[in-house]
């Protein structure tokens, strides 16, 4: 009992259990951001109207069946009643699977305009720089680095990036995008270069603090230029 005592004391956890609990208000404005390049579907949602509210986010595992589930999993972060006081989206628009990719950003696409909201859009190795740049060289912090994904017998996807800045007020990674991924023919001409991690947990509060800067920004963005990236697609497999 002490011990349950001392818990509900903390300072901390009575703060984030406050913020829960007053979480979904009718004057709430909501960012909501989706990444589902893979078996799992990572959602998260933001009170822009509250700078001290929590991101909320939760990441499913939701195997080959994201068709069948990718609603409810919504519902279960941000209730549909809630939807129409969502200002902005962002989505992960891959490299990744191509059902899971193509499905989020269907989504995305569906609800950004049915509701007439910015969509923003990252691709996942995007997401991924603030934090795989940390594991280059310190003095080359500024430079340009490759991330890239070995795929068997498809050949290699990568994608170049650089450092902007970091904003400390928001804790926000700013990284320019100088080249998308797709896929590779010399693999030598790409480094320094690190491998692809996924870690769509962290990725998701990157997704949704990207959203949360383009807002702050006054970034506008159409939800018809939103198009998933897909490398190794049929129809465009051309290596460079």
């Known amino acids: 009992m002490e011990q349950v005592a001392s818990w509900r004391r903390n300072p901390k956890i009575t703060t984030i259990i406050s913020s829960l609990q007053s979480f979904y208000k009718s004057k709430s404005k909501y960012l909501l951001a989706l990444h589902s390049c893979s078996e799992y579907f990572g959602i998260a949602i933001k009170d822009i109207e509250n700078p001290e509210t929590i991101i909320k986010s939760e990441v499913f595992n939701t195997g080959r069946s994201l068709s069948n589930k990718l609603f409810n999993c919504i519902e279960k972060i941000l209730p549909t009643k809630f939807w ?3 200002i902005r989206i962002s989505a992960a628009r891959g490299p990744g699977s191509f059902t899971s990719t193509r499905l989020s950003i269907t989504m995305a696409r569906t609800i950004a305009q049915q509701i007439n909201c910015s969509l923003d859009s990252m691709s996942t190795f995007h997401l991924m720089a ?20 070995i795929l068997p017998r498809r050949g290699v996807i990568a994608g170049k990036y650089q450092l902007i800045k970091i904003h400390k007020e928001s804790h926000f990674h700013e990284f320019s995008e100088i080249i998308a991924p797709k896929l590779i023919e010399n693999e030598k001409g790409i480094n320094p270069s690190i491998n692809a991690s996924e870690n769509i947990e962290k990725d998701i509060i990157s997704l949704i603090k990207y959203s949360q800067f383009c807002q702050s920004s006054k970034v506008s963005s159409n939800w018809e230029e939103i198009l998933p990236i897909y490398p190794t697609s049929p129809i465009d497999n051309k290596k460079i």
Do not use: E, H
């Open 130 to 149: 603030p934090r795989l740049y940390k594991y280059i060289d310190k003095n080359q912090t500024y430079n340009p680095f490759w991330i890239k994904d």
């Open 84 to 86: 129409k006081q969502i």
